[in-house]
């Protein structure tokens, strides 16, 4: 019960009478029995005694406590573990791990008693699955970018204390329906947002299955229902139709001595929910999709072979799909999944998914990467160790902020993959979307670093294009070439952007020192000393907030040192003979926006206060928007769904202020509108004669590329508010050829 543990949930039932009493002793006795067993293959003589220890240790610990259901609470921990010990396969030190993990958060015991009765390492492993249980299941609010990143440090730190913290919540969502509404929901949501892809991603399939049912089970109740008991009602038929289907191969295979177990399930309940919602279909579509399972037992030096004859048997008896055929056994998914897939037509006329593995990739595929510990010898343990240090890399970069950070970390953990190739044949796996740079960064950073193209089916091709699966790619490079900050926009990987903003900001930080040098140079023609100069004059003067900048800008040549003399004697007196009419201070600004009103409006005390209209996203009025006050350029005013609002929120919270428009003058504002359409002659007349007649719209920029017959305009324009700015594209979007019409940022 790690949720809602509240002392309350676990207050002693005192009307428990002797007998009960002794049942549940006997009960929780049996139950630690059958853990045992189930720990047996690999438990060695120390490894039986230590298990034995912790379970007293956890009992002694959680005496007298009750889940809320009235179970003793022991019950708990001895599920996580036995969890832990048959679904996961883990060893010793994950299940002495899972029978203590509530003990030092819930009970008397502290990590030093832990750590002097079992070691360091479990100590370790303690204290992280407290400390996610502190911030994740005692939070009031949903999961917070920060935590995410807390709980993935301690992920990073030692695997085995996420993965207690699976079988923990799995547990839990197997028995909550012993909780309140509210907790359910949270939980339940949690649980599809956080769990069931880790669960994925490690390659715990058959956890993933049930997690994501669980959840749908607490989150649309009536729907799970319905498909339980139409998937109950519509059994007897499909259970006929998988002994139909397989009859003819379990003929064969016997016919030609294989070793093998054929199982067929119908799809998970959340699977087919998903379909029914994804294509707009009933129940009855999508119900009789399922999978049959072809399991074979080989000997390891077989398996490959195995299973093409086995598909050649399929096949054999049924026509496949071609574009359907999966061959994960060449080249593993990176969770760890091997199989090999194919559909093909069934006798009525259905197709039906036939997955054909060995009993190692079966279990692989159940379990996950515990899996591939028991098969040591031909284990694949590099992609998680791989996925392990991507993260790691992520963590390591203490810029980062936490929200481009859970970004770039639920990118890569939900995004399909690609697998392209080096020159040499070397196998890549990458994120959907990835770019020639990134595989750049993903063979090295250095590689990356001075990519200045890449031949891709030795094609040349941008650093900006887009892979695909099997293409195979070659880099090319230059050892001028460095990092830029715009190759942010087209990297997904969270490698390639972090080792892109760390160079961005180490080659400001050269040429800021050059700005400081030339800096420095001319104080020195000018016979001043640099201690006797006041920064802060100059800063102010150049309107720049740090030094650095300062330098920077200097270097870059966009601040000219000629009048370096007027701004090292721009002193508060001549700063106010300056100001004089130019409006007022930001503190004051500040002070006014923050003290009365409770928003600034725009467009009334438009001569009092400095502010700007932000060409990131060019607010007109109507939109919704905020202000953001800088450091020289008076409030600046964002639209709130502006691509730098969320960065700006939560990185500069304080420096937000609440804005809104009033209606009264008839302003004009700059908007950008993009339109595609077909290029006929005359269509960008009629476009021009609609925007500055008809409507009489002042236009500040036109540019129209056509090519193939298409053409894909950008319109600058000045309107006076999101209405008249909607009518304008309504006008546009009637007019003969246009296909689209839509209002950009900038
Ligand atoms: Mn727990």
Redesign the pocket.
């Known amino acids: ?2 949720n809602g543990k509240a002392i309350s949930d676990k207050q002693v039932l005192s009307s428990k009478n002797t007998v009960e009493l002794e049942q549940e002793k006997q009960e929780i006795l049996k139950r630690y029995r059958v853990l045992l067993k189930s720990c047996k293959p690999n438990l060695e003589k120390d490894d039986k005694k230590l298990i034995r220890i912790a379970f007293n240790t956890a009992l002694e610990a959680h005496q007298g406590m009750r889940r809320r259901n009235g179970e003793p609470y022991i019950f ?1 921990p001895l599920a ?1 573990a036995q969890i832990v010990a048959e679904e996961m396969s883990l060893g010793t030190t994950s299940v002495v791990g899972a029978l203590l ?2 003990t030092v958060e819930d009970t008397n015991i502290t990590l030093e008693d832990i750590e002097s009765r079992f070691g360091k390492t479990i100590a370790r492993i303690i204290d992280g699955l407290t400390k996610i249980s502190g911030v994740f299941d005692h939070g009031s609010t949903s999961i917070q970018a920060e935590n995410f990143r807390k709980m993935l440090l301690t992920l990073s730190d030692d695997v085995r204390v996420i993965l207690i913290k699976l079988a ?1 919540r799995l547990h839990n969502m197997r028995t909550l329906h012993f909780m309140p509404r509210d907790k359910q929901l949270k939980i339940a949501s949690e649980t599809s947002f956080l769990y069931a892809p880790l669960a994925h991603r490690l390659g715990f399939y058959a956890i993933k299955t049930e997690l994501d049912d669980l959840a749908l089970k607490y989150t649309e109740p009536e729907i799970y229902e319905d498909i339980v008991n139409k998937l109950q009602a519509t059994k007897k038929e499909r259970d006929k139709f998988i002994q139909d289907f397989t009859k003819p191969l379990i003929d064969e295979f016997r016919k030609q001595g294989i070793k093998f177990e054929i199982k067929g399930r119908p799809k998970s309940i959340h699977s087919i929910w998903n379909k029914m919602k994804r294509q707009h279909v009933p129940f009855e579509e999508v119900y009789d999709l399922f999978a049959i399972r072809i399991i074979l037992d080989t000997a390891p030096e077989n398996e490959k072979s195995e299973c093409w004859r086995a598909y050649s048997i399929v096949t054999d008896f049924f026509v496949p799909n071609p574009d359907r055929l999966r061959d994960w056994i060449s080249t593993p998914k990176a969770n760890g999944y091997e199989s090999l897939h194919t559909t093909v037509m069934s006798d009525t006329g259905k197709w039906v998914e036939v997955q054909i593995r060995t009993r190692r990739m079966d279990e692989i595929a159940e379990k996950g990467y515990a899996a591939h510990w028991k098969y040591k010898e031909s284990s694949n343990e590099s992609a998680l160790d791989e996925w392990l240090n991507r993260i790691r890399e992520l963590l390591e970069n203490p810029d980062s902020n936490a929200l481009d950070f859970i970004d770039d970390f639920k990118l890569n953990l939900f995004a399909e993959e690609i697998f392209v190739f080096t020159p040499k044949g070397e196998l890549k796996t990458l994120p959907a979307g990835s770019t020639a740079l990134d595989f750049a960064f993903d063979i090295h950073s250095d590689i990356g670093s001075h990519c200045i193209g890449a031949k891709v089916n030795h094609k040349l091709v941008p650093i900006s294009h887009q892979l695909s699966s099997g293409d195979q790619v070659e880099i090319i490079t230059s050892a001028k070439q460095y990092p830029k900050e715009d190759w942010l926009a087209f990297v997904v990987t969270a490698k390639a952007k972090a080792k892109i903003k760390a160079a961005v900001k180490e080659h400001r930080r050269k040429v800021s020192d050059e700005g400081k040098e030339i800096f420095n140079r001319k104080l020195r023609q000018m016979k001043t000393a640099e201690s006797a100069v006041n920064m802060n004059n100059i800063l102010l003067y150049y309107k720049v907030n740090s030094n650095a900048e300062l330098f920077y800008r200097i270097a870059m040549g966009v601040i000219d040192l000629a009048d370096l003399n007027k701004a090292i004697n721009y002193d508060s007196k001549s700063r106010k003979a300056h100001q004089k009419g130019e409006g007022i201070s930001l503190e004051e600004i500040v002070k006014q926006v923050r003290g009365n009103a409770d928003a600034l409006v725009i467009g009334e005390n438009l001569e009092k206060i400095d502010y700007k209209l932000s060409p990131c996203c060019n607010p007109i009025p109507g939109d919704d928007v905020f202000g953001f006050i800088t450091i020289n350029e008076g409030i600046k005013i964002h639209r709130t769904n502006c691509p730098n609002a969320i960065q700006l929120m939560s990185n500069y919270a304080y420096r937000i202020v609440k804005a809104k428009w009033t209606g009264a003058k008839q302003i004009s504002f700059l908007a950008g509108i993009r339109l595609t359409g077909a290029d006929d002659v005359g269509v960008v007349s009629n476009i021009t004669k609609v925007i500055s007649s008809e409507l009489k719209v002042n236009m500040r920029s036109i540019s129209i590329d056509s090519h193939d017959g298409l053409f894909d305009g950008t319109i600058m324009l000045f309107v006076h508010d999101t209405k008249h700015l909607n009518t304008l594209i309504k006008k546009l979007s009637q007019l003969k050829g246009i296909m689209s019409v839509s209002r950009i940022d900038n």
């Open positions: 019960m790690a708990h996580v993990h509530d923990d």
